[in-house]
Structures are given as structure tokens and as C-alpha cells.
């Protein structure tokens, strides 16, 4: 038995070296985007390897998967803006206002600039950010899976 978690430790610290390098990168470090996916091939912190795609992706929709994991173990300001952003640029906009609604609700400091957007004025014909609106119903935890 102590062999096995001598060798279980030794596994889970091997394995998080995989992500670790992704948010405190050496000096010879490969580039984000390959740190990332070796992260997400990581057996126990993958969901961090999730975080970091989604959160610095300039379209976080092009990063969906990256969703279905990371906000069930790591749900901040970040990745909440993220995966609102990443609702509304696939057209679920009312889900996308909901995650914003959730958002506002706890007026964290990282969240001013994102809804700074809806202080400025919008161009006649265009509308208004999604963060800007709310949402149009209630969703729970199951419309986000």
C-alpha cells in the first residue's frame, strides 16, 4: 500500500508539472498555445489547462470544450466573462446575458471593464452589448452543461 501512494504522489506531482508551466512558464518555455494542450492531456489538472485556454483566447468561442470542464472546478470572474463571451459569439445570447446577470451580482473589481461597455453610447442601429441586457429567462445549472 505505501508503495502504491509513494507512487500515486510522485504521479500527481509529475502530472502537474504539465500545467504548472502553463501559468509560471521557465525561461525556455514552449509557446502558450502548446503548454495548454499538453496541459489539458494532464490526468488531474486538466480542468487549469481549460481555464487558461478559455481565458486567454481573443474568441473564447473557439474554446467550447474548454467549458464543459473548467467552470466546474475553477468559477471566478475570468472564466465567467469568458464563457459568457464565448455564449454570445455562438448566439445563445440569453444565456450569455444570464452568466452576466450571475456576474454583476457579485461586483468584483475584474468585472468593471466588461461592463463598462454598457456605459458608453451605442451607435444608432446597433445594439447593445450582451452584458448590457438581462436575460430573458431563468436558467439553471442544468442549461449549462
Sequence with gaps: MATLLTF???ASVIDYRR????FAPPA???????RIAEGQRSWFFAHHA?????????????QMAAFERAPHYLLDTRIMM???????EIGET?????????????????SVD??????????EGAK???QCEPAKQRYDYRDFR
Excluded: M
Excluded at 525556455?28 to 502548446?34: G, V
Excluded at 469568458?82 to 454570445?88: I, Q, V
Design 28 to 34: 525556455n518555455a514552449t509557446p502558450l498555445a502548446q
Design 128 to 130: 447593445k452589448p450582451f
Design 94 to 110: 440569453d444565456k450569455a446575458r444570464h452568466l452576466a446577470d450571475r456576474l454583476r451580482e457579485f461586483r468584483n473589481a475584474l
Design 19 to 22: 500545467v504548472s508551466v502553463i
Design 114 to 123: 466588461f461592463f463598462a461597455e454598457c456605459d458608453k453610447p451605442v451607435p
Design 82 to 88: 469568458a464563457w459568457a463571451t464565448a455564449l454570445d
Design 50 to 62: 481549460d481555464y487558461a485556454a478559455a481565458t486567454t483566447a481573443q474568441h473564447p468561442s473557439q
Design 8 to 10: 500515486g504522489s510522485a
